[in-house]
């Protein structure tokens, strides 16, 4: 064979695995979640990594965060320019590690974990896994993350190519999955849900006995972790437990709790305790009977916590900074945009 027919070859195997890797790249692209109209808690944690990265406070979690913080009227009232990196049933090692990420672009003064998260000592669901780590950008942490939380019937290489995965999803692909095929739409305000719809919190149940309220090992050793990644970093960590009456949080996790953060020098915050403090009202803060709160009781509780932050952390009020007073400009109008947008759209349900 000639110098030129094996060039050739060369040249039509190289363009025909091209055109087979193009293929299954779109083939992945189309069939994964995307997230952007319907469960749309599965996109929040891809969206920080498109934002300027100089944080004053960064929270981590579950929905107790990313439900019930606004980080708008942080900035509007206090200037603290913050961001929710919280997902669905965040697992505490999940936080760790997304703190661990968050710290190779910036570090921020403070940062928030609310301890929920600490009854689960064991991986839960691969559908919440799933909205936690495929918007994490590939990284050490990423990688631990997935070996952390798989089930067992998880694979490692269905994170690495999701087409494993989602290769059977034909039947179940919808206008989304083509409307957002190149480009997602954001599908929240610097990680916060705004929900606007109205349903009091009435006939909380009680907590089931449980056979041990101890926290298991592991959520405390991740615990730990989160605190000793924080005091290396210089970052002051506050622990929160949100006001959501459902699930219920027994006095005994609230006591293991109080003694960590007591021992260990941390403010410590649970809001179910500061009702007169927040002037949160069940009857319509929240959306979903007491589970999140709505934007009218999310922006109390920011209200609340954005004066404890600045009296207790001292953290700098920003507003005079002339290109992040822009950038929330534009922040804002969204904001307020979409709060508008909620409005119509209840008032078309209720005419």
């Not at 990594?49 to 509007?76: A, M, Q, R, T």
């Not at 290769?167 to 990680?191: C, F, I, M």
């Not at 941390?266 to 009857?283: A, C, R, V």
């Amino acid at each position: 064979m000639t110098g030129e027919k094996r060039k050739s070859r060369r040249l039509r195997v190289l363009l025909s695995a091209a055109v087979v890797l193009l293929s299954l790249g779109f083939l992945q692209r189309l069939l994964s979640p995307k997230y952007s109209t319907e469960l749309i808690e599965g996109g929040l944690i891809r969206e920080y990594y498109g934002e300027e990265k100089d944080h004053d406070l960064i929270f981590i979690g579950d929905c107790e965060v990313y439900e019930n913080f606004s980080p708008k009227v942080l900035w509007e009232e206090y200037g603290i320019n913050s961001y929710i990196r919280g997902s669905a049933q965040q697992l505490i090692w999940q936080s760790y590690y997304l703190l661990e990420d968050t710290l190779r672009y910036e570090t921020p003064d403070a940062v928030v974990f609310n301890v929920l998260a600490m009854q689960y000592n064991e991986p839960q669901r691969e559908a919440y896994n799933r909205m936690t780590l495929e918007g994490m950008r590939w990284s050490g942490s990423k990688v631990r993350s997935i070996l952390a939380s798989m089930t067992e019937e998880e694979h490692f290489l269905d994170y690495v190519f999701p087409l494993l995965r989602y290769h059977s999803r034909w039947s179940q692909l919808k206008a989304e999955d083509a409307a957002y095929l190149l480009k997602t739409r954001p599908v929240s305000h610097n990680g916060y849900t705004m929900r606007l719809d109205v349903r009091p919190a009435e006939n909380v149940p009680e907590g089931r006995i449980l056979p041990d309220y101890r926290f298991g090992d592991r959520a405390w050793s991740y615990l730990e972790k989160i605190r000793l990644l924080c005091q290396e970093k210089g970052v002051e960590l506050v622990l929160v437990k949100a006001p959501s009456l459902y699930p219920y949080w027994y006095p005994q996790w609230e006591e293991q709790i109080e003694d960590y953060a007591r021992e260990n020098g941390l403010l410590y915050l649970n809001f179910l305790e500061m009702g007169e403090e927040t002037g949160i009202d069940y009857s319509r803060d929240t959306y979903d009977a007491g589970l999140h709160l709505n934007l009218y009781g999310a922006e109390k509780l920011s209200r609340c916590f954005g004066r404890i932050l600045q009296e207790q952390l001292g953290l700098e009020d920003r507003r005079g900074e002339a290109a992040l007073a822009a950038r929330w400009q534009e922040k804002c109008a969204a904001y307020e945009a979409d709060k508008q947008a909620w409005l119509a759209s209840l008032s078309e349900e209720n005419a």
